[in-house]
């Protein structure tokens, strides 16, 4: 069982920049693949990054690419999502999961944060 309780988000101007913190419970964090999911409104819950168990493998959506940056920090049972040159579209609630397997792009993460409400106005 591994509990996740995410932190870090809030309201930021159009190019501005945040960063998601997601603290997980649990002495397995390491054997977890990582991902960021985002949610707006009348929209479907997609994939924004996600990180192999050793950080050595990133996967990131094409709309953020270039400006989130994705990262884990085992030792702290951390994992962080940097978010620069933020644009409205942004606007979401961001959860952070946890998969016992390889990185993937559906949203069958096998563990949930409660979500952290980023609005970027423009």
């Known amino acids: 069982q591994v509990q996740l309780v995410e932190s870090g988000g809030g309201l930021v101007q159009a190019g501005g920049s945040l960063r998601l913190s997601c603290a997980a419970s649990g002495r397995t964090f390491s054997s977890y693949t990582m991902g960021w999911f985002r949610q707006a409104p009348g929209k479907e819950r997609e994939l924004v990054a996600a990180?192999?168990?050793?950080?050595?493998?990133?996967y990131y959506a094409g709309s953020v690419k270039g400006r989130f940056t994705i990262s884990r920090d085992n030792a702290k049972n951390t994992v962080y999502l940097q978010m620069n040159s933020l644009k409205p579209e942004d606007t979401a609630i961001y959860y952070c999961?946890?998969?016992?397997?390889?990185?993937?792009?559906?949203?069958?993460?096998?563990?949930w944060g409660q979500g952290a409400q980023v609005t970027v106005s423009g």
């Open positions: 999961a946890a998969r016992d397997g390889v990185i993937i792009v559906t949203i069958k993460y096998d563990y």
């Open positions: 990180i192999a168990r050793s950080g050595g493998t990133t």
